[in-house]
């Protein structure tokens, strides 16, 4: 008995040491940090430095879906080096960033990574994930898919009839603005945003919509701003719904293929199997740029309009105020007062667009807390960087000024 012990021992170190040598360095980094639930607003800072450029290849998590890439890869040319009165390594490393990318008049003009990252390596977007649904509903538009974001949400699904939503809009929910109830409490384990994604769902319910529409109304829709990841699920559903398809298909088909992204990402999937739609799409930094330039060409791709005329800039204009100083909403992108605007996600995420300066800054980075809220000054400095950048911008344009 004892040398059969000792045998299957023996195998299970081989086996371990064989899948050890096969495994890339982002696995490795998983293996050695494995999170061991599900919850990531309570992971560990290594449990998330690894898990966050591997989210998708997570056993304790649901599956994903791949979002195949261009063939014709869209290109991103090298330009001067910018020169910003602010000392980059230190600000990566207060922020602990694993890539900052800064696209200028379609060069590249910084391209830094850290945490041990690299450019052909995919890092999550937690909540940047909400401007690509979004644009997903301009398309759906555009295909008339979709009549109008003034239709109400529970004529495109059923499921939702009878519920809270029954008289909310598709620009309400856009907006975040649909009066219904929800707790966004990153650091309350009690709160929706903790509990929705754990939910159980009805038989034949989509996991999302069975969760959303056992939610109390607030106040009438239309008249208040409160921020809801649920929200936006509900809208990935909705395109689903209108489109009869998959959204990491969609996007495929309307962005990621045509307009040339380099690398295949992924969307991790919910309980019931659809991509949830306000977190986690799996990119290089890379093609987080290019999605930036996609909006800054007006949402053209392989020659084709993908979006309604007028869809960006009524997307990327303030439709409502927010509780946060210096920021309004439009359709899930935050606004700034310059007209600049930026899809955001917890810990450090970030695509900022600055449409007048043909700028693009895309980040990835795994501050110590989900938010700013929770306490630190990640987002404050983050803030203070772009400006950094503006004024560097302006100072090459206006060299004597």
């Not at 909705?238 to 996007?251: E, H, I, M, Q, R």
């Amino acid at each position: 008995m004892r040398k059969w012990i000792i045998g299957i021992l023996v195998l299970l170190v081989v086996v371990c040491g064989i899948f050890w040598t096969a495994a890339d360095e982002d696995m490795r980094g998983l293996i050695l940090h494995m999170p061991t639930n599900k919850d990531v607003l309570f992971w560990s800072i290594p449990q998330r430095d690894a898990a966050f450029r591997t989210l998708d290849r997570i056993p304790i998590l649901s599956k994903s879906r791949v979002i195949p890439g261009g063939k014709n890869i869209y290109p991103l040319p090298k330009g001067a080096p910018i020169e910003v009165d602010a000392d980059v390594d230190s600000y990566m490393m207060n922020q602990r960033t694993a890539a900052l990318v800064i696209v200028h008049e379609g060069n590249v003009r910084l391209e830094k990574y850290g945490l041990d990252f690299s450019p052909g390596r995919r890092w999550t977007s937690f909540s940047v994930a909400k401007s690509f649904t979004s644009t997903l509903v301009g398309a759906a538009i555009q295909d008339g898919y979709i009549e109008s974001i003034d239709d109400n949400v529970s004529d495109y699904i059923p499921d939702l009839r009878g519920s809270t939503y029954d008289d909310v809009t598709i620009k309400q929910l856009l907006t975040m603005t649909s009066g219904v109830k929800w707790n966004e409490d990153y650091g309350d384990p009690k709160s929706d945003v903790a509990m929705f994604n754990a939910h159980k769902a009805e038989p034949g319910v989509d996991v999302t919509v069975s969760y959303m529409r056992k939610l109390k109304r607030e106040t009438s829709p239309g008249t208040q701003w409160v921020y809801k990841t649920g929200e936006t699920n509900l809208v990935g559903v909705l395109v689903s719904s209108a489109t009869g398809k998959n959204l990491s298909d969609y996007l495929s088909e309307k962005i990621w293929q045509p307009f040339g992204m380099e690398q295949d990402a992924s969307w991790l999937l919910g309980s019931t199997g659809h991509e949830i739609s306000g977190c986690c799409i799996q990119a290089s930094t890379r093609d987080f740029a290019r999605f930036g330039l996609f909006m800054l060409g007006g949402g053209i791709a392989d020659g084709n309009p993908v979006l309604p005329s007028g869809w960006i800039v009524e997307a990327t204009m303030k439709q409502v105020d927010t509780t946060r100083p210096g920021y309004g909403y439009g359709y899930q992108w935050w606004i700034w007062d310059d007209g600049s605007y930026m899809a955001r996600g917890i810990f450090g995420q970030g695509i900022f667009i600055d449409p007048k300066r043909e700028l693009i800054i895309a980040s990835n980075s795994n501050w110590p807390q989900a938010t700013d809220i929770q306490g630190g000054d990640q987002d404050k400095e983050r803030s203070a960087f772009y400006k950094q950048v503006q004024i560097a911008i302006d100072r090459e344009a206006r060299p004597d000024s």
